[in-house]
């Protein structure tokens, strides 16, 4: 996949004034969902998803940040609306958008990964869905992304996989560039509870998100 | 002398029946208005629900219809159908608060529920254009587990459950679409924390667990 200004692909590394500078980056967006007053959802040992998501997202931060740009839309814990962070990675020409969270559910057996990417229509002002061109290229993108995502973290971490669906998530309201909402284990699973709150397991999770970005951007060139 | 005593008691007492029949009047509206509310109609579009109301053949419910009832898997992955006998009338809005309430109620099996009990569906409306608005009490917001993967078995347990062709009243439009409103609003980020309701939600086969003769796009 070639990257593109459309949302079909990444857009193009930004471009450096000559040819003597180091060769152009992408930028990485990782979004640390919740964050502030909102603290997500929280485990039956109290275990918060804000903190999960933030340590996470540091980490893979520091992973990618030797061959990207990486635009964390926040890095401390403070409270931040779906808009915001969309247009965070808008501002900061975001090549992709990786939005990190736990999954939680009614049945304490629920786990695993599960990837959600934005569908391939657009929404009228009269609510209506209708697909799109440039819709349907971005979807494709994203779940592109998500493959490679899910494939990475299956292997860093040999957790479940829940696989990809489509929903139109808050997050990707806006967005101008290939985008994911990652679960990355379900925090109401006391087991896995205490796998994302490890230090060792996150690092597992920073890993397979880094490394199938990465996998993701290699395969445009 | 004794004249002009009585005019003033008089103007007392024909103030006090014109108030009273004021207030029974007034009253008279509330009622009707919520009556209105309670059977899925807007009270504000009157002059057109009105003639709708004496219909009362075609909303006793009559009969019983089974009806798949969407809830999540054991593992809370995806839906399955758990069918239900579902009271069926001639208006698709009361088919539909019918199988809803049954939703809320929770499956018999060994399925999870995806709605919190106690939350309540506080209006129903169903627009010419087969967009099915549902109002939910704000419980919703609070006692509902926020994530995408909860939040989207919600939202497509109710959508696939509604637009089935089995509620739609013999004489009736189907659902095509579910507009989701809590506590009378468009939903903020409170609830749901993750998806996007902005607009009507259009069935999604993705979701359904498959089964034999059924298809199911889970990747
Ligand atoms: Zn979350």
């Known amino acids: 996949m070639s990257p593109s200004s459309t949302s079909a692909a990444p857009p193009a590394p930004a471009a450096q004034p000559s040819s003597v500078e180091p060769a152009p980056r992408w930028v990485v967006v990782l979004d640390a969902g919740h964050g502030g007053d909102n603290a997500g959802e929280s485990g039956p040992a109290g275990t918060l998803e804000k903190n999960v998501t933030l340590s996470v997202a540091a980490k893979a931060a520091a992973l990618l940040e030797g061959?990207?740009?990486?635009?964390?839309?926040?890095?401390?814990?403070?409270?931040?609306?779906?808009t915001a962070r969309a247009s965070a990675a808008n501002s900061g020409r975001g090549s992709v958008f990786v939005s990190i969270h736990t999954g939680s559910s009614a049945s304490p057996t629920a786990n695993g990964i599960q990837i959600f990417v934005p569908s391939d229509t657009i929404t009228t002002?009269?609510?209506?869905?209708?697909?799109?061109?440039?819709?349907r290229a971005g979807a494709d993108a994203s779940?592109?992304?998500?493959?490679?995502?899910?494939?990475?973290?299956?292997?860093?971490?040999?957790?479940?996989?829940?696989?990809?669906?489509?929903?139109?998530?808050r997050v990707f309201q806006g967005l101008n560039m290939p985008g994911v909402l990652v679960e990355i284990g379900f925090i109401s699973n006391a087991t896995e509870?205490?796998?994302?709150?490890?230090d060792g397991y996150q690092g597992k999770i920073a890993a397979g998100i880094a490394s199938g970005v990465q996998a993701f951007l290699a395969s445009g060139n | 002398m004794s004249d002009h005593g009585k005019t003033p008691f008089l103007k007392k007492v024909f103030f006090a029946m014109w108030a009273m029949?004021?207030?029974?009047?007034?009253?008279s509206v509330v009622l009707l208005a919520s009556e209105l509310v309670r059977l899925g109609r807007n009270p504000l579009a009157l002059p057109e629900a009105l003639p709708e109301l004496p219909k009362t053949p075609d909303t006793a419910p009559a009969e019983t219809r089974e009806v798949p009832l969407y809830f999540a898997s054991p593992?809370?992955?995806?839906?399955v159908g758990e069918t239900r006998p579902i009271a069926y009338t001639g208006r698709t809005v009361e088919n539909c608060r019918n199988a809803l309430g049954a939703l809320i109620g929770g499956p018999i099996t060994a399925l999870q529920r995806v709605i919190p009990q106690s939350v309540g569906i506080r209006g129903m409306y169903l627009l010419d254009t087969g967009e099915l608005i549902v109002d939910f009490?704000?419980?919703?917001?609070?006692?509902?587990?926020?994530?995408?993967?909860?939040?989207?078995?919600?939202?497509?347990?109710?959508?696939?459950?509604?637009?089935?062709?089995?509620?739609?009243?013999?004489?009736?439009?189907?659902?095509?679409?579910?507009?989701?409103?809590?506590?009378?609003?468009?939903?903020?980020?409170?609830?749901?924390?993750?998806?996007?309701?902005?607009?009507?939600?259009?069935p999604d086969p993705q979701w359904m667990l498959a089964t034999e003769g059924g298809q199911s796009n889970h990747a």
């Open chain 1, 193 to 198: 509870e205490s796998l994302l709150a490890d």
């Open chain 2, 21 to 27: 029949f004021t207030l029974v009047l007034l009253f």
């Open chain 2, 75 to 79: 593992d809370g992955r995806l839906l």
């Open chain 1, 67 to 82: 061959s990207c740009q990486v635009v964390m839309t926040r890095t401390e814990d403070k409270s931040l609306g779906a």
């Open chain 1, 143 to 169: 779940k592109a992304l998500a493959q490679q995502l899910a494939k990475a973290l299956a292997q860093s971490t040999s957790a479940t996989s829940r696989g990809v669906h489509t929903v139109a998530c």
């Open chain 2, 137 to 202: 009490t704000t419980a919703l917001q609070t006692d509902a587990r926020k994530s995408a993967s909860e939040e989207s078995l919600f939202v497509y347990s109710v959508v696939n459950t509604l637009a089935q062709p089995g509620l739609k009243g013999e004489k009736d439009i189907a659902v095509r679409s579910v507009r989701f409103l809590v506590g009378g609003l468009p939903p903020d980020e409170t609830y749901p924390s993750h998806l996007d309701l902005s607009g009507p939600v259009t």
């Open chain 1, 125 to 135: 002002p009269a609510g209506r869905s209708i697909p799109t061109a440039s819709a």
